[in-house]
């Protein structure tokens, strides 16, 4: 199992530009989720999704859309990229299914928006 | 929504001490309160969890204990060595939905 996958692990964009960030696992985890970390800060839940084709807002929405088309797949895009966006963004996953209740966080994807 | 707040956000213990960070949430309906553990430039990782009808549970030298009546819970290290420093993070949930995270501690062991 190659676990939570996320790529690109590094990108630069400009304002206004768009970008999707890709997020898969291989693990048939039916929850996936989103998160922004900024320095000195905690997670703050961007978008999240109980199965597929079911996504909801979390903390802090705005600006980012996310689908769920299928169970391995949670991309999640950026529609007009601010400064403000620059993070580290993390996608996690779980099983409802499972005993060990374990959310897998993937890599991390480190974005730049100039 | 929910709100999880974290204390101390900077620790410094020696090795060999215990560290104690505490946290706060605010929806009486969480129900699964996690703690992660993240290394500098890694990516978080489950050390303990529990659930709201458990008030303690153990794990060698880690222990998280819950208050549900007060709405808090904390993390107890004992012994600690220097491979425990890192941020440590709570986490509060109504099941897995909207898994709210406090704003970490970032915890020294002084060898």
């Known amino acids: 199992n190659a676990g939570v996958t996320q790529t690109p692990k590094f990108q630069v964009l400009k304002t206004g530009q768009s970008m999707t960030l890709q997020c898969a696992q291989d693990m048939n985890h039916e929850y996936m989720s989103w998160y922004r970390q900024d320095p000195g800060m905690g997670l703050r839940l961007i978008h999240y999704s109980v199965g597929a084709g079911i996504t909801d807002q979390g903390e802090v929405p705005n600006g980012y859309n996310v689908s769920r088309s299928t169970t391995e797949d949670f991309p999640l895009r950026l529609l007009s990229a601010a400064p403000s966006q620059t993070s580290v963004y993390f996608c996690?996953?779980?099983?409802?299914?499972?005993?060990?209740?374990?959310?897998?966080f993937g890599p991390g994807t480190r974005l730049t928006v100039l | 929504g929910e709100n999880v707040e974290q204390h101390p956000s900077t620790l410094s213990v020696q090795e060999g001490d215990s560290a104690v960070i505490k946290c706060t949430y605010s929806d009486s309906a969480s129900n699964y309160f996690p703690w992660y553990k993240q290394e500098l430039g890694k990516r978080p990782q489950l050390i303990i969890d529990?659930?709201?009808?458990?008030g303690e549970k153990k794990d060698q030298r880690i222990a998280v204990t819950l208050n549900k009546t007060a709405k808090h819970f904390s993390l107890h290290i004992t012994e600690t060595q220097p491979e425990d420093s890192a941020v440590y993070f709570c986490a509060a949930s109504f099941f897995y939905d909207k898994v709210i995270f406090g704003p970490g501690t970032s915890l020294s062991v002084i060898p």
């Open positions: 529990i659930r709201s009808n458990v």
């Open positions: 996690a996953s779980t099983s409802y299914r499972t005993t060990t209740d374990t959310q897998y």
